[in-house]
């Protein structure tokens, strides 16, 4: 049993639920104090986080991954307790195989193949890791990132290990991704009786006119890396239960998937032009989840590709398809942030699992990456 699979296991069988760090990373600081890391734990409200880092040189190579996971579902519909890993006909099963605590797992273990074999590299080594991934993500990485920020420490390279694979492990590293605007409107009418229009005004009828512009809009034509922003309503909610009641207001629930070929306010401010345009009385709250970003074709993205072409014989292709990560706010702080994992197939259902097979090529691809960045 390899190094990086005993420490998956060791991880997966921590019930980590969101924020819950329930131990995970009082494992990797262990590991990591033995091999020099200055390890800095920084507990924003009721989530674990801790920045660990090696050396004070540039360039600065950061792995950034999170310990929690998501509920399991019914135990019993797992093949085996899903927080008592199990390898079976060459998979291992549990929750968070493979979302992502292999991948975390691979971060330790690559760093120490490199290290014993590099002891004198360049730059340095660091790695950011957050307990509140897959909740709200308030008082995670973004807090991490902003404290770094406020005291003016510079990242140049990031790896996230989120589990990016698509249909063979290697195929696929996002090189970005897209930004999530949301939206909550309440378009305002006049309640009343059903069999008296004259005395009521409708707000759906109302609000249908824009919906239709909204949803017929090009907002722009995406680019070399982006598909065009995407915009799609999720909820629509008015009526007061009762048949013959019109009701008062209808809320909508919407939101943008936009590239880096539009921005927040752009986007705002078409939205308002639409709604004002069909005379709509209207209340309308926005949230911004997460700015898009993006990695263009560089040292990263080569350094990486090339990692994965020796350690799986695939030539990846970039991607920024998919939803949120936090890379999204290490983006902030780094010129260079791709992602890079297993596969995504099983992540967050019944009988998340993970090939046997390509835990240690994951591992090697950490590795070699570091010795492309940091060996020249």
């Avoid at 921005?263 to 700015?291: C, F, M, P, R």
Wanted: charged content about 20%.
């Amino acid at each position: 049993m390899s190094e990086t699979l005993q420490l998956a296991k060791a991880l997966i069988a921590c019930r980590s639920l969101t924020p819950d760090d329930a131990g995970c990373q009082d494992i990797l600081i262990e590991r990591l104090e033995k091999l020099g890391f200055k390890i800095e734990r920084m507990r924003f409200g009721n989530v674990d986080n801790f920045w660990a880092r090696r050396g004070t040189a540039h360039p600065v190579v950061v792995f950034a991954g999170h310990t929690d996971v998501v509920p399991s579902g019914p135990p019993e519909s797992w093949f085996s307790p899903p927080f008592d890993p199990a390898i079976r006909d060459g998979m291992l099963y549990g929750r968070g195989a493979a979302d992502m605590k292999t991948s975390v797992a691979a971060f330790i273990t690559a760093i120490e193949a490199f290290l014993a074999q590099h002891p004198d590299h360049n730059g340095s080594i660091a790695l950011l890791v957050t307990s509140d991934e897959e909740g709200v993500a308030v008082d995670g990485t973004a807090r991490v990132v902003e404290a770094l920020q406020a005291r003016g420490e510079k990242i140049d390279f990031c790896i996230v290990g989120e589990p990016t694979s698509n249909k063979l492990v290697g195929d696929m590293i996002k090189n970005g991704r897209r930004g999530s605007l949301s939206g909550i409107l309440i378009v305002k009418g006049i309640q009343g009786h059903i069999a008296y229009p004259h005395l009521v005004k409708n707000p759906i009828h109302m609000a249908a006119p824009a919906i239709a512009e909204l949803a017929a809009t090009t907002w722009d034509n995406g680019n070399e890396y982006f598909p065009p922003t995407s915009w799609q309503i999720s909820n629509i909610n008015g009526g007061t239960g009762a048949a013959n009641v019109v009701p008062g207001t209808v809320e909508i629930w919407f939101n943008f998937r936009f590239s880096t070929a539009s921005t927040e306010q752009y986007l705002k401010d078409k939205v308002h032009a639409i709604l004002d345009k069909h005379g709509l009385e209207y209340v309308l709250n926005w949230e911004l989840s997460g700015k898009p970003y993006l990695t263009a074709k560089g040292s990263l993205v080569e350094a990486i590709s090339r990692a994965i072409e020796q350690s799986y014989g695939i030539t990846p292709e970039l991607s920024t398809s998919g939803g949120t990560s936090d890379g999204r706010f290490i983006a902030g702080i780094c010129p260079q942030v791709i992602e890079f994992g297993p596969l995504n197939a099983t992540i967050h259902k019944l009988n998340e699992c993970i090939a046997v097979n390509d835990i240690e090529p994951l591992k090697l691809t950490y590795q070699r990456t570091l010795e492309n960045l940091l060996c020249k």
